[in-house]
C-alpha cells in the first residue's frame, strides 16, 4: 500500500506530503488545478518518460524535482513479487529489503529530475538503474488511464490473472518445476551436440597421443638412468684401463698399497703394548685400511662390470633420444611422460564414453518431455474451465458500468512447435472486447481509450483481483463520459475494489468522491506572485462543500450541500453493512493490520 508521497518542485507543486490510506483514495479539483500532476509523480516513480522531457517538469527557479513514494507491502502475492524483482534485478540489496518481521517490508522508490534533463533513481535511499525501479513499481503500482502502459494489456499478466481466477496456480507451479528440469536436459544435450566435431578432433589426436606414449612405456627414474648408463657405454675402455690400473694399484701389485697399510699398522699396534698413546693412532689406520678395501672392491665391481658393448649403447642412446623427442613435444621433463600418458588415458576414457552419455541424456529428454506434455494439458484444461464464468462475470460488471453493449472474450491459442513449451505454458491468451455494438472483438490495447479504457480496466480488476492482491491502482479519467446514472455505481465498483486493493482514482463526479475513504484536493492559489498547487485531505464540512461544489458548483446552495450529504450518508450507510460485529476485540483483528499499526506507532 502507498502510504506516502512526497513530491518537491514538480511543475506547480513546490511541496507536496500526502498521507493516504487504505480503501478508496479520491482525488479532486478543478481542471488545470493539478491533478494529473499527482498521476504524473506516479509516472516517474514507475520509471515513465514523462512528455517534454525532465527539464520541463522541474519548477522554475528549482535545479531538480523530486518524487518519492513510500510503500508498506504486507501481501504475500506482492512480496513474492518483489523477491523475484529484486533477486533479478538488484540481489545485494535483497537481504537488506526483506529483514523485516512477519514477511512485511518497508520500500522507498524515489526519482529526481534535473534542469539539464538527467534522471536518477533510487529504492529506499539507493541508487539504481531505471530498468530495477520500473520493475519494482510495476510489483507495487498499476495505472489505468489515457497512457498505454496498463499492465492488464499484457497478456502474460493477464494469464497469471487467469491462472489466479480459476484455481490453477498449484498446476502452473508443477508445469513450472518440470520445465524447469527439461530446460536444464536439453541444455546439456545441446551442449554435448555442439562440442561433437571438436570432440571427435579431440579424441583422435589423443588416441595418437596414446599410442605414441604407449609404445615408449614410459618409467619413472628411467631417463636418469639411462642418462648415467650411456655415460658408462661411452666410456667403458678408458674407464677399464685407469680404474682397472687403480684396483690394481690398492691391491693385486707386488707392492699394492692395501698390503702395505697392514704392514704399517702391525707395527703399530706392537708399539701400542709399549705406548698406549698410540691407540688413536691404530684405530685411525684400522679405519684407514677398511675405507680403502670397500673403495678397492667398488671399483673392482664396477670394472668387471662394465665392458664395451656397442649394440647397448646404441639401444640406451636410442630409448634417450625417444624420451627427448617426446618431452620437448609435450614440453615437460623426461621424467613427467608417464604422468602425461596417464592424462592421455584418462580423457580419452571420458571422450570415448561422451556418445553414451549423449545417448542417455537424449532418452532423458524425451521422458521429461513426455511429463511435461502432461502438466501442459492438465494446466491448459485447468485455465479453460472458468472462462465462462469469468465471461459472464465480466459482462455484468461492464454492464453496471455503463458498457452494457460490450462483449468481453478469452481467446485461446495453442503453441506448436519450439515455442510450445513456454514459460507460461502451451496456451497463448489475449483478453478480447468488442466495446459497441456492429464491432468485431479486438485486443483491449486496440478498442478502448481515455476514460471507457478505464472503466473497461476497471471491471477486469474488480473481476480478477482476488487473486492478485496488494498493489495500488491508480484510475485517472475513469468517469469521462458516464452521466450522474453512472456515478454511483463507479463508486461503489472501486470502493469494493478498494477493499482488496489501494485504490487512487482522480475524479469529477461527486459520486466518487463521495465514496472515498480519504478525499483529497487540490487547488492553485497565487503567493508572492507565484502560482502554486497546494493538496489537502478534506473532512467535516469542507469535504461536504467540496462534494456540493461537484454538483453543479453548488457549494453554497443548501440543497447541493445536502445532496452531498446524503451521498457521503450513502456511503457510510454501505460500510456500516461491512464492519464486523459488535464486542470484537483487537486481538481478533487481521494480524497484519495490527502490525501495521505497531509500525505507525513506532515511527511516531
Known amino acids: 500500500m502507498l502510504v506516502e508521497l512526497n513530491i518537491r518542485d514538480l511543475a506547480l507543486i513546490e511541496a507536496g ?70 533477486a533479478a534485478e538488484l ?68 494469464l497469471r490473472l487467469l491462472d489466479a481466477f480459476g484455481g490453477s496456480m498449484e498446476l502452473f507451479g508443477a508445469y513450472t518445476t518440470e520445465r524447469e ?18 570432440r571427435v578432433e579431440r579424441v583422435d589426436l589423443l588416441r595418437f597421443q596414446r599410442e605414441e606414449l604407449r609404445t615408449l612405456g614410459p618409467v619413472e627414474g628411467e631417463h636418469t638412468a639411462l642418462t648415467e648408463e650411456r655415460e658408462l657405454l661411452r666410456s667403458a675402455t678408458d674407464l677399464g684401463n685407469e680404474l682397472g690400473g687403480t684396483v690394481n694399484a690398492l691391491e693385486s701389485n707386488e707392492d699394492a698399497l692395501i698390503d702395505r697399510l697392514h704392514g704399517l699398522l702391525r707395527t703399530v699396534e706392537r708399539w701400542c703394548e709399549r705406548l698406549p698413546k698410540l691407540e688413536t693412532t691404530r ?34 642412446e636410442g630409448r634417450m633420444a625417444e624420451y627427448d623427442r617426446l618431452a620437448r613435444k609435450y614440453r615437460i621433463e623426461p621424467d613427467g ?6 592424462l592421455i588415458e584418462g580423457e580419452l576414457h571420458d571422450l ?18 513426455q511429463r511435461l506434455e502432461v502438466a ?53 491468451i489475449a483478453f478480447h472486447l468488442a466495446a459497441n455494438p456492429g464491432e468485431g472483438p479486438a485486443p483491449l490495447s486496440r478498442v478502448a481509450s481515455g476514460g471507457e479504457a478505464a472503466r473497461i480496466m476497471l471491471a477486469l480488476r474488480t473481476v480478477l483481483s482476488g487473486g492478485d492482491r496488494g498493489r495500488t491502482l491508480v484510475f485517472d479519467e475513469i468517469d469521462a463520459g458516464v452521466g450522474g446514472r453512472l456515478g454511483p455505481e463507479v463508486g461503489r465498483h472501486l470502493r469494493d475494489l478498494g477493499s482488496l486493493h489501494q485504490v487512487m482514482c482522480v475524479t469529477h463526479l461527486p459520486a466518487i468522491a463521495a465514496c472515498a475513504d480519504l478525499h483529497l484536493h487540490t487547488f492553485k492559489e497565487i ?78
Open 376 to 428: 501442459a494439458k492438465a494446466l491448459s484444461k485447468k485455465r479453460r474451465a472458468p472462462v465462462e464464468k469469468l465471461v459472464q462475470a465480466v459482462h455484468e460488471s461492464l454492464a453496471r458500468l455503463g458498457l452494457e453493449h460490450a462483449r468481453f472474450s478469452v481467446v485461446f491459442e495453442e503453441r506448436v512447435g519450439e515455442e510450445r513449451y513456454a514459460p507460461q505454458g502451451i496456451d497463448r
Open 283 to 316: 684405530e685411525d689406520l684400522t679405519q684407514a685400511t677398511i675405507h680403502l678395501e670397500e673403495a678397492a672392491g667398488a671399483l673392482r665391481s664396477l670394472v668387471e662390470a662394465v665392458e664395451a658393448d656397442p649394440a647397448r649403447l646404441e639401444h640406451v
Open 337 to 342: 611422460l608417464g604422468a602425461r600418458q596417464e
Open 181 to 198: 528440469h527439461w530446460v536444464e536436459l536439453r541444455a546439456r544435450k545441446a551442449s554435448l551436440e555442439g562440442e561433437h566435431s571438436a
Open 91 to 158: 540481489p545485494a540489496l535483497a537481504e537488506e529489503l526483506f529483514d523485516t518481521d512477519e514477511g512485511a517490508c518497508e520500500v522507498i522508490l524515489g526519482r529526481t529530475l534535473t534542469r539539464t534533463g538527467r534522471t536518477k533513481a533510487y529504492v529506499n535511499q539507493r541508487p539504481i538503474p531505471k530498468r530495477a525501479l520500473a520493475r519494482l513499481a510495476q510489483a507495487l503500482i498499476e495505472i489505468h488511464g489515457q497512457n498505454d502502459h496498463q499492465e492488464l494489456l499484457d497478456p502474460r499478466v493477464q
Open 352 to 369: 570415448e564414453h561422451t556418445d553414451q552419455t549423449l545417448a542417455q541424456i537424449e532418452e532423458e529428454v524425451a521422458r521429461s518431455t
Open 527 to 604: 503567493q508572492e506572485g507565484r502560482t502554486r498547487t497546494t493538496i489537502e485531505p478534506l473532512e467535516g464540512k469542507a469535504r461536504i462543500r467540496e462534494i456540493a461544489d461537484m454538483i453543479a458548483g453548488g457549494a453554497d446552495q443548501a440543497t447541493a450541500r445536502a445532496e452531498a450529504q446524503r451521498l457521503l450518508n450513502s456511503k457510510a450507510e454501505s460500510a456500516d453493512t461491512k464492519k464486523p460485529a459488535p464486542g470484537k476485540t483487537p486481538a481478533q483483528e487481521p494480524a497484519r493490520k495490527r502490525a501495521r499499526a505497531e509500525r505507525s506507532s513506532r515511527r511516531s
Open 17 to 86: 506530503d500526502l498521507s493516504l490510506g487504505p480503501g478508496l483514495n479520491a482525488i479532486t479539483g478543478e481542471t488545470g488545478a493539478g491533478k494529473s500532476l499527482l498521476v504524473a509523480s506516479l509516472e516517474l516513480v514507475r520509471g515513465e518518460t514523462l512528455r517534454g522531457g525532465a527539464a520541463q517538469w522541474v519548477r522554475k527557479d528549482a535545479d531538480e524535482a523530486r518524487v518519492e513514494a513510500r510503500f508498506e507491502v504486507e501481501e504475500a502475492g506482492c512480496i513474492v513479487r518483489l523477491r523475484e524483482v529484486m
